[in-house]
Every structure is written in C-alpha cells, then in structure tokens.
C-alpha cells in the first residue's frame, strides 16, 4: 500500500482523488500497489465531502510522515508550491505536480534533487493536460534529435479562435462567450496574450534542449489582435489560424516564439478544434509525430497526474532520468527563422512589391480599402525592413 | 558501452545500425551509456557495407556471447525469429523487437520470459511503425480504463484511401499505384484484406485488456469491396472512407473489428491521409486521445526500435511491467455492437423502409439504378437481419 498526500483540494486535487476513486482496481493492477490518499492539504473544511476526514491545515503533519512516499502538488503558482514541494523531495518523498508555473521556473533544480536522493519529479500535467506528452518526450522519442516541437497548448484560445472562424464572429465577442461558459477567466490576460502556452512550450524546449529555457525569453504574442476579417482572409486561402507555441532548431540551438500562425489543411495541427490541445513533433529519424487530447479539465488532468503516480510506485526505489540542466539556454533570435507572412495594409500594389517583392495576393469580396497578401518565405528582421517600407500596415499573420 | 546484436539486415535492421549512427551521440547521452552494434545476422554477406566486418552467419555466435546484453530482432516472421529471440531471453539478453506477427502470436510467453529474468522484451515498433503508442499505452494511460482503441494501423491501405478519395479512381487502379510506388509488395494480400491491421490491433487489444488476444478471432474485412462510387457517396455526405482496425469495450469486455468505416470530419482519425497511421484512444477519465505519425518507414520504424533500445539500456536491472497474459481473452461478439450502416441497394425505398425502419437517403447526381442511405444505430445482428430482407444490395460500409 502506498500512500500519497494532496496538496491542494481544486479542480485537480479532488480530480485526483476521484480518479483513484473511480479506477481504483485497475489502478493498483498497473501500479503493482494500492495506491491510497492518507492526507489532503487545504485552507479550507469540505464538511460532508467523502474526504473530510483527509484534509489538514498543515503541511507539517504531511512532510513529517514516514508513511507518506509520494506527495501530489495541485496547488498551482510558484509559492508556497516550489518550497513545499522541495521540502518533500528533501525529506525522500516522491512529487508529482500539474503546476506548470512551478515547472518552468524551477523544474531543474527539483529534478537535481530528485536525482540525488534517486527519487522522482514527474509533471506530465503541467503541459497539454490529459496527453500524454512529457512522458514520450523523454521515454519514447530518445532516438531523435527534436527539430521542431510545436503546440496548441491552450484550450481557451483554442476554443475561441475555432469559434470566430465558425461565426465569423469577433474577438471580444467570442471572449465574452468563452466567460460565460466558463472556458476563460475573469482576466484572460494569461491566455489571450499567450503567456500559458509560453510556460508549457518553456518547458517542452527545456525538455528537448536539456537546458533550462526562461519563458520570460520567448517572444510571445496573443490573439487579441486577430479579428473576423483575418478569419474571412484565412477561409479564402483555405487556411485556419490558430495560437502556436513552437521551438525549431536553428544553427544548432533552438528558437522560440508563441504567436498566432495560419495552417494549411496538410498540417497536422490544422485540424484541431475547440478546446483540444496538441503536440507536433519533428524528428531528425522519425519525421513528423503528433499526440492529440483533453488540454485541461478536472479528469483528463487528474489522469495525467495519476499516470504520473503511478510511474512513481513503478519506479519507487529508480530515479527516472530526466535531462533538464538548470544551466539557462540562450535562444536564437526569432526573427532569424524564415516564415512566410500574411500582411494585410492600407497600400496598393506597388508600395507593396517594392517592399517585399514576389507576393501572392488574397482577396476577399466584402473586405475593401485594403491590400492582402501572402510574401515569400523570409526571416522576421528581412520581414520588418520590408514592413518598415510600407504605410498603412494593419496586421500580420505568419504562414506555418 | 552496451553491445548489441542485431538479428536481420534489412530495412529495419540497417535503419536501427544508421539511426545508431546518425544520432549517436544524443542517444549515447538519453541512454546513459554508448551503444555499439557487435554483431548483425543476416545470411547474406554485404560487402563494401560499413558494416560489413559485423555481419555473421551463425546465431551460436550471438547467444553465446556474454557481451552482448540486448538483441534486436528485425528478421520478421514467426520462425526462426521466435526460437531466436526466446533464446536470447533464456540467455539473460534483453530483445527488442519489430516484428509484430511474432508479437501477436507468442508476445505474452515472450513478456513472461523476460519478467521471470528481471530483463525486458520490448515492441513498439511492432505497431504504428514510429508513433509512440506501445509504450504510452504501458506508461502514460495507467489512470485509465480503455474504452476504445481504434487505429489506421496500415500505410499501406491508408494510402490507397486517400488516393481514392482524391482522384475519384478505382481500387484497382490505385493498387497498381501503390504498387510501382513500393508502398503494395507483389502480393498485397495482407494489407488490403487487413490482416496486417489485424494483428496490430490483436496487439493493443492484449495490451489493453492485460490477456491474450487472438488475432483469428477477429472479424476482418479489407478495402477491396470499396468502389469509386462508395468514395462519391462518402464524399457527398462530407465523409472519409478509412479502413480501421477497432476495440471497444462491451459488457466488461473487449469486442474487436477491421473493417472500412465512414469518418466525419469531426472525428480525429478522418484527416489522417496517405501512408501516415494514428491510434485514437478513449480512457473512461481522460477522455479522447489520439497519436499520429509515421506508420512505417526504414527510419522511423528504426526511431522507435532504438528508442526501445535506450529503454532496456535505462532498465538494465529491471524488468518494465507489460500485463499481458497467456491467458486467452474470449472476444465479445463484433455483432453485438452498434453502428450506424451506409448500405446501397438496388432496391426500392418501400422495401428498404420495410427492412430497415426510419434511415436517411444519400444521392449522387450521376450514379443511377440503385438507393443508397444511412441506418440509424443498430447491432451488426439487427443490420444482417434487415439486409436479409432486402434483394439487390450492393455494399455496406459502417459508419462511425
């Protein structure tokens, strides 16, 4: 019997419990172990929840417990989660945690501890939810060098932009949509302006580079700017946009950028809809690989986390190695890497070609006053010389 | 430094030597230790091959050798590889493998083998080529119940389909294609009648259910009743043709099919085109997942053969848990499921309504002679029943 405690009784703690609850059996088949929550740590009472007995106010009784092997930390934000979470690594405990605040600030420094006592840091959660994607990063795609790795990691962007592009409807209508029905916060700043899905493809580069990765380093923009005018521009090329984070390896080190991209429908992640997530993946011997799922949600997370428990019992007495150095990686600039550009401005045609050259036009009936078109591939500084040039610009999407 | 052997020296095997090469030394790094190739059976000789001085004629050699710790076996075929590969577990040698007809007939005394040792029989290639799904199925869906796996095990056919689909030409047109491009062998039995799909899903199906299954006890069907009329009408109703190779849980058990099925747009195996393959997964609390990749291929076939490979180097000592029973699964009745049937018929409306109640017609402009239409949901036992009724049918394809 393994005993494990909780930190934190939200969406994703109690998702625990239940998924231990509900595949209870099968879960101890797999694991080799009954798997049983002793302690549940919250500021808050849950009188008449089947756990009540569980919960405590505070951590101490939890760090302190001999019986307690592995601690799950589903408490979100970096304190008090990193220095709980490092005390119960310091004490042998193993952790799992869905917090991806945590992970990318301090995940290499909890995985050198995990390493030293030969116990173990898992945080599949913390990136793409359900999918299982951390795991086969580091356990099955060893035989690759990674050249690309490219995700829709946020579900509430995700959702919104497959909404505008099914109604044509605009940003803040579709926001205020995505609130109501409980997809978006209150303040959507982190999502809207891309700054979730920077924290998760911080950790993915991270993870690929072996290097730690700063996401205050990746350049990141949102979709706030996207309107239905951008979306009748992308049906018209047959394309749909959608909120990228993507690392590709440029002159032997990796580039980072989280922005909105428009897709064709030859590519994998073209297809992903609402609040789903996913993972493309180029390897230098693979080729293309692409893992699909649940991005959030109480149960599809809490599976995440409980695979990761899991893994630990199977591996009670192993460290599994995770290549993660806390030496910071330098990225490469991202405007060294060459995309084409969908521009739309306020300028005719000879403005434009003396700017950028060869360039494919759109057109779009309804759409008048303006000037759209698709440039040849080129690096972002190539790009903004050329912008530079032109008056009148209104919006640029790249072409992936 | 870990030697290996490698048992074959064909596709697969001189993939796994130069993806070795290629990536030597981040594989080296994932490892944890380098990885050298000491012996490679074939009984061929390959001069001016840089493997040449490696190439032996004798397994004795092999197995005898205590330095060699992990074998691959890429000879595929049941025999002689399975009195090979068991022999090297005998030894004390772990084995990965990609031969997934070996796999399906002997993987659970293979697995029993290795666990009895404390070394490991590893086979992710054996399914998908190179997506990661073996191992995620092991590792990362361990909170879960699997209510559903179902795949494009076959590049082979899946490209096929998609040429259909994309030309309006007929089966025997493409076949032709496929087979002057290399992707159809001479005699391309096996994968258009599904067997090749069979075996793979026999595989996940074990897995999954944790006891034998046999791939004979599953009902198959391939592609070559499907017709450029079939692709018309799937078209018509915005839909793909795809041959799947699909288990379900059904009363507590597992029921098993190969067969063609009508995907729409909205399910994530629909844009899955050419020779690539995808595994779809629903887990009772993660909900819907899906990996996608290269199903077959020298490279990244041997992408995922290495990675087993780095694996067994990680757990030298240690044998990975795969619950995969001699036991045999007595498979549910395929016919007790429901589905939706597109059937055409030469036939009247009156008897078809007669034979199969209310179901909704599907015309094309230019096919005449015939009614074609879509059942609502009902067991194969109901549609086989109702389709009795009925003179003239012509072809029925399910729908999911």
Known sequence: MIKIALLGYGTIGSGVAEVLDINHDSIAKKAGEEIAVKYILDL??????????????????????????????????????????????????????????????????LLQIARERQINFLFEAS????????????????????????????GTTNYMMTKMSEEGSEFADVLK????????????????????????????????????????????????KISAADIKYAKAMGKNIKLLASSRMVDGGYSAIVAPFLLDDAHPLYNVHDVFNAVFVHGNVLGDAMFYGSGAGKLPTASAVVADIVDIVKHIDKNIVIFWDEKKLTLKDYKDVAYKFFVRAAADKDAIEAAFGTVSYVEVPEIAGETAFVTEPMSGKVYEEAAAKVSGMINMIRVD
Do not use: W
Not at 64 to 92: C, H, Q, W
Not at 130 to 142: E, H, N, Q, V
């Open 44 to 109: 808050r009472d849950f009188p008449g929840d089947k756990n009540e007995n569980k919960i405590v106010h505070d951590y101490e009784i939890i760090v302190n417990d001999p019986e307690i092997s592995v601690v799950v930390e589903a408490m979100g934000g970096v304190e008090p989660a990193y220095t709980f979470v490092k005390r119960a690594l310091l004490a042998g405990k193993h952790v799992a945690t869905s917090n991806k605040a945590l992970v990318a600030k301090h995940g290499p420094k």
């Open 127 to 154: 990136v793409g939810g359900g999918i299982p994607i951390i795991r086969p990063l580091i356990s099955c795609l060893t035989a690759d060098v990674v050249e690309e790795i490219t995700g829709i990691l946020n």
């Open 177 to 224: 949509d995505a609130q109501q029905k409980g997809y978006a916060e209150a303040d959507p700043t982190a999502d809207v302006e891309g700054h979730d899905a920077c924290r998760k493809i911080a950790i993915l580069t991270s993870l690929v580079a072996g290097s730690q990765v700063d996401f205050e380093d990746i350049h990141c923009e949102g979709i706030t």
